[in-house]
């Protein structure tokens, strides 16, 4: 069974930062493309970020990039997402997610392609 459990998250003062994480179970963790999601009240879900299997490759939505940075840790099946200059558009439930095929990626977000894990991390942002 999948298991992703996300934590890190927390009330912040915009320009401030958090890391946050996600570490998963039941799965080989180091053959899977790894996403980070987020959704705000009242909004859609929003791909925030991706990292290939291998961890060489990130990929960052346009409204994070430049502000974020996604990483992982194969040997600790340990999913991060380092997070700078918060902005109180960022606040959100982030939710980490398991691309379903291993080793690929179809380059696009859909909720169906994704396995989703636990009941994500609320990340608050404001003065």
């Known amino acids: 069974e999948v298991q992703l459990v996300e934590s890190g998250g927390g009330l912040v003062q915009p320009g401030g930062s958090l890391t946050l994480s996600c570490v998963a179970s039941?799965?080989?963790?180091?053959?899977?493309?790894m996403t980070w999601a987020r959704q705000g009240a009242g909004k859609e879900l929003e791909w925030v970020s991706t990292?290939?299997?291998?961890?060489?490759?990130?990929y960052y939505g346009d409204s994070v990039k430049g502000r974020f940075t996604i990483s992982r840790d194969n040997e600790k099946n340990t999913l991060y997402l380092q997070m700078n200059s918060l902005k109180a558009e960022d606040t959100a439930v982030y939710y980490c997610?398991?691309?379903?095929?291993?080793?690929?990626?179809?380059?696009?977000?859909?909720?169906?392609?994704?396995?989703?894990g636990g009941q994500g991390t609320q990340v608050t942002v404001s003065s």
């Open positions: 990292i290939s299997a291998d961890g060489r490759r990130p």
């Open positions: 997610a398991k691309f379903k095929t291993p080793r690929y990626w179809n380059g696009i977000f859909r909720n169906v392609d994704y396995d989703f």
């Open positions: 039941g799965f080989t963790f180091s053959t899977y493309v």
